[in-house]
């Protein structure tokens, strides 16, 4: 399985743009789809964007079209979420998460994820 890391997350306005990274390691990277889901305390999980394995393609759930972007660089085995004009309902544990079916992403069960970094969106 591949290990992974998430950072960047924090306290912003709203409005404001933040940028969430995540590192793997362990197995190669580039074997698997990977993507993002949340989770805000209290609700399941919520799937947002994943990439497939060459990140040629990228899929957003309709929460996040328009204000999420998903990119994933295989020589650097990390994926990133640019989050712009970011709302206090946005407030939740970000995880990475990985699988070798983007479709296991999309419905939150992937096989691997990381323990998540906080993003709180004051109003």
């Known amino acids: 399985q591949v290990q992974l890391v998430e950072s960047g997350g924090g306290l912003v306005q709203a409005g404001d743009s933040l940028k969430l990274s995540c590192a793997a390691s362990g197995r190669t990277a580039s074997s698997y789809a990977m993507g993002w889901f949340r989770q805000a305390p209290g609700k399941e999980r919520e799937f947002l964007c994943a990439t497939i394995k060459s990140g040629l393609s990228t899929y957003c759930s309709d929460s996040a079209k328009g204000r999420f972007t998903i990119s994933r660089d295989n020589s650097k085995n990390t994926i990133d979420l640019q989050m712009d004009n970011l709302k206090p309902e946005d407030t939740a544990v970000y995880h990475c998460?990985?699988?070798?079916?983007?479709?296991?992403?999309?419905?939150?069960?992937?096989?691997?994820w990381g323990q998540g970094t906080q993003v709180t969106v004051s109003s």
């Open positions: 998460a990985a699988d070798q079916k983007l479709h296991n992403i999309a419905v939150t069960n992937p096989v691997s």
